[in-house]
């Protein structure tokens, strides 16, 4: 029996669905019952109840979850220690990122890591927050950089630094001209935003929430760039941060406006590690110039 069947299993209890259980891992939903279906053969007892649209692990799927648990902490840890003596040797650092954080906050710390340290060979995947987070946890990745990180059982989350945010209009907008708004500037307004699904998307949502705003919603997109052409042309306003908009507010093809609550509006950017691997060198050195001042 692999560890994949334990951690799907996992997630499955973690989640409490079918369908969040299989995006996980990168399989369709029909793939995990069967797997729930082996592991019950394999025991011989029911591991899991469903019942009024719930789901929950029996006693006997209880002590399953915390077995597996356990067994997919060490296998992590293994993992994480070979690999980190491997690449000791190889020189080798695997870095996931997002767009949003990757193009702008991050590219000026990889110049500086490439330009000072040529003996180390640097992979950075430019890829989905839920993409990341699976690979770093699963050892295919040695580090993430996100947006609003959030917590994984099997991931540590180091805090990088927060980026504003910032209210983006087309340049003919009525608030183009402003330097400072108040949120409730934008009620009303249509509303250009990232997939609903997307940590940076909940944050703004949520940070529109507690100021007790409404928008439109007109357009999401999952990137970046889509998401700035469709404010460009007069599909609505958006929220973004701050140096995520600076070169095309330079250009006339963009204008901002800082919250007047600017300390509010923030967000928050995170390294994720996998939990327990011991960092190898090409690692601690990409840390430390993460905390570095950024080469401008």
């Known amino acids: 029996m692999n560890t994949e069947i334990f951690k799907t ?25 069967q797997q729930l ?7 011989g007892t029911q591991l899991v109840s469903r019942g009024g649209g719930l789901l929950a692990p029996t ?26 003596a491997a690449d000791s040797v190889r020189g080798v ?14 590219d000026p710390f990889i110049r500086k890591f490439l330009r000072s340290h040529t003996e180390v060979t640097l992979h950075v995947e430019y890829a989905r927050w839920n993409r990341i987070y699976t690979a770093v946890a699963n ?6 950089v996100v947006a609003c990180p959030e917590k994984h059982r099997a991931i540590e989350i180091v805090p990088l630094s927060s980026e504003e945010l910032v209210a983006v209009f087309p340049p003919n907008h009525p608030l183009a ?20 699904n997307i940590p940076t998307r909940r944050q703004i949502d949520k940070l529109l929430h507690d100021a007790g705003v409404e928008v439109r919603l007109a357009m999401e997109f999952d990137n970046i760039e889509l998401l700035k052409r469709a404010v460009a042309v007069g599909s609505g306003i958006s929220i973004l941060p701050l140096d995520n908009v600076e070169r095309e507010a330079s250009y006339g093809e963009l204008a901002f406006a800082h ?3 600017a300390e509010n509006w923030v967000r928050p950017v995170g390294i994720l590690r996998r939990r327990g691997k011991a960092p190898g060198p090409a690692e601690r050195i990409f840390l430390a110039i993460l905390r570095s001042k950024p080469e401008q």
């Open 93 to 106: 650092l695997r870095v996931g990122t997002i767009y949003s954080v990757g193009f702008y906050l991050l």
């Open 139 to 144: 050892g295919e990745m040695d580090l993430g």
């Open 59 to 84: 006693e006997a799927g209880k002590a399953l979850y915390q077995g597996a648990s356990e067994i997919l902490r060490r296998f992590e840890q293994l993992v994480g220690e070979v690999r980190s």
């Open 177 to 196: 001209s402003k330097s400072r708004i108040s949120a409730s500037d934008l009620r009303g307004q249509r509303f250009v935003a990232f997939e609903a």
């Open 259 to 261: 919250f007047k609550d």
């Open 37 to 43: 279906a082996k592991l019950e053969k394999e025991f």
């Open 9 to 33: 299993f996992c997630d499955l209890i973690d989640t409490g669905s079918f369908s969040r259980a299989a995006e996980a891992n990168y399989v369709s939903q029909s793939a995990v019952s």
